[in-house]
Structure formats: C-alpha cells, structure tokens
C-alpha cells in the first residue's frame, strides 16, 4: 500500500480565512456595520405613547388609567412613605386648583405601594380621584423606578418627565401646561 503526499497548495493560489486574525476582521467589519445602521436609522418622535394600565380605585376596584385621561393630564407617581413627595404634594394641589380644567388637563395621582387608610387620612377625605398602584405595574410601564416622578401626556403621548420633585409653580412650566391645554404647542420644551 502506498501513501500518496498531501498536496500543497500553490503559493499563487488565494488563501482561506483562517485562524485568529480573520475573526477579529469579522468582529471589525461587524462593528462597523451595526455602527452605520444606527446612525443612519430612522429616528422615531420625540415623544412616547403612554402606556396603559388598570389601577385601582378608591372602591377596590380596577379601572383603565387611560379613562381618567384629558387631552393634557399630568401623571404623578408618589406615596405617603416618601418624605420628597409629601413635600411636592401643596405644589400639586395649587396645580390642580389653578390649571385642572374639565375636559381639557387632569393631574392623576396614583398612589404606589400605599396603605389605602394612610392615603386618606392624608388627603384628608378629599379621595374622591384615589387611585392605588398597589405593585408598582402601572408605574414601571412608565419606567418610574422611584418616587415621586411625573409624567406630561399630551394627546395619549408623554412630552415631559419629572424625576424627583417638580417646582409645578415655576412659571415656565406653568406655561408650557398651559399652552399644552389651549392648544397651542410651547415653544420650547
């Protein structure tokens, strides 16, 4: 039996991509072309849809956040166990009192990870818009992962958030809410 040699290639014959180096020339290549599909990606709006969400009520019961939606509504997440929030809470009351107009921007409070008996006690009996998010849903839909934060919502898309304590009687932001509600964008945001 006889053993034929292997047969060598040519040294003019191309060469197969081999070893370590061909991998790191893909890896390259790769990169450079994940680089230039996200620069040249469409970009979507600036603004995010709101996402939806069943809280509960002052009765126990589960209702669609967005049935309490105005054409502007500001979405405020916060609690009685939050010293930050109690003390952004008279900001938003005077915001309610000032800019809450019917059919046209709703501030909704949601009480998170709350006793329902504090909260009222709390607001003192004014619970007649209470809304519960008793396991944080409906707030992480929104990315909320502390307390308090708010959300600007403008036609079903949110426009604005608020980490922390807002200055809701800042006059700039009282113009923006109420260019919002009239209709007429802000000019700058």
């Not at 020339?25 to 996200?38: H, I, Q, S």
């Not at 990870?113 to 504090?118: E, F, I, T, V, Y």
Request: glycine share 6%.
């Amino acid at each position: 039996m006889t053993v034929e040699p292997a047969a060598l290639p040519s040294p003019d014959a191309p060469r197969a991509a081999s070893g370590p180096n061909s991998v790191v020339r893909y890896a390259v290549v790769g990169l450079l072309l994940c680089a230039a599909a996200a620069l040249f990606w469409p970009k979507g709006p600036a603004s995010k849809e709101a996402p939806g969400g069943f809280v509960i009520d002052v009765q126990g019961r589960p209702l669609p956040l967005a049935s309490r939606f105005a054409p502007v509504t500001v979405v405020h997440f916060w609690a009685t166990w939050c010293p930050p929030c109690i003390e952004e809470a008279p900001a938003l009351d005077r915001l309610t009192r000032d800019f809450a107009s019917p059919g046209r921007l709703a501030v909704v409070r949601i009480a998170v990870a709350d006793s329902p008996d504090r909260v009222r006690k709390f607001l003192r009996g004014n619970d007649q818009d209470l809304l519960f998010d008793p396991q944080w849903d409906v707030a992480h839909r929104y990315g909320t992962r502390q307390l308090p934060e708010s959300y600007v919502i403008v036609g079903g898309k949110v426009v604005q958030k608020f980490e922390g304590v807002a200055n809701w009687d800042a006059p700039e932001l009282r113009a923006r809410l109420t260019a919002w509600r009239d209709g007429t964008p802000p000019s700058a945001r």
